[in-house]
């Protein structure tokens, strides 16, 4: 087991590790979102999930104040909405969701990302230390999911497949394998 100080080699060995895509948003007065695939659920009762961001994001500072966020969960054909919040170079604040399709949030005007496998809008409950992250912890005011579509889609590249993170690069799931029927 390797425990040098290659960051490079541990930064590959985490990305091992296949990650859906996300985007955290912040509204109000400095409205802000932020490609993330540093998301997970926490906890049904009460209903919490979490997303990390490093702390030298613009967004970590956009954050810290807000009281509330939002996480759109990005589908397979939505990589060019992870590539626009990934962009360090988008406008500041409203201008930068002229790109793509959003909605406020019914609970709390959060922008929410159309066309995302799922949303959920959150009030911060706990935030972190992470090392070089925030860990910031969300429990779920509001969600919405889009609806599954019928078992007669194809198996890969479709609308309803999440967008993947694999090895630094975005994926899409592979044909799933054929299974005879008994």
């Not at 948003?25 to 540093?38: D, E, H």
């Amino acid at each position: 087991m390797r425990r040098d100080s290659d960051g490079r080699e541990l930064r590959r060995a985490f990305a091992e590790f296949a990650t859906g895509v996300t985007v955290v948003t912040v509204g109000g007065p400095s409205p802000r979102g932020m490609t993330a695939n540093s998301f997970t659920s926490v906890s049904m009762d009460p209903p919490l999930l979490l997303v990390c961001v490093h702390n030298d994001a613009v967004m970590r500072r956009t954050l810290h104040p807000a009281r509330h966020f939002g996480v759109s969960v990005l589908s397979a054909d939505q990589e060019g909405v992870a590539r626009c919040f990934a962009d360090d170079s988008r406008p500041a604040g409203l201008p930068q969701f002229d790109a793509v399709g959003w909605t406020p949030g019914a609970t709390t005007s959060v922008p929410l990302i159309d066309g995302a496998l799922a949303r959920f809008e959150c009030e911060k409950w706990r935030v972190y230390d992470g090392g070089d992250h925030t860990i910031v912890v969300g429990a779920v005011l509001d969600w919405d999911r889009r609806p599954v579509a019928d078992a007669g889609s194809t198996a890969s590249g479709t609308a309803e497949d999440a967008l993947l993170f694999f090895r630094g690069r975005f994926r899409e799931r592979g044909p799933r394998p054929r299974v005879p029927p008994r």
